[in-house]
């Protein structure tokens, strides 16, 4: 079996759980670590995927995240063009 490495870390399994499934859509296969109860962070929660496609990963979340920002941006822009 091959290495396991984190490239993040999350303080819910919801939040990890998409990141998951982003990869997962990349064609990186990824595992969640950790988990929370009733919403009360249990432990740290942790993304891991194979060594060898730790720094693929890191980009595409890194990337993920300019996206999310500038989706943020543009909804709020939207919202007041519409008034």
Not at 30 to 44: C, K, Q
Request: charged share 40%; no cysteine; hydrophobic share 40%.
């Amino acid at each position: 079996m091959a290495k396991l490495v984190v490239v993040r870390k999350y303080s819910s399994r919801l939040e990890a759980e998409i990141a998951r499934g982003m990869l997962g859509a990349l064609g990186v296969r990824a595992v969640v670590i950790g988990d929370d109860v009733a919403g009360v962070l249990v432990e740290e929660v942790r993304l891991m995927v194979e060594e060898q496609d730790a720094e693929q990963a890191r980009q595409a979340l890194e990337e993920g995240d300019e996206v999310e920002m500038e989706d943020d941006g543009d909804v709020d822009d939207e919202e007041e063009d519409e008034r």
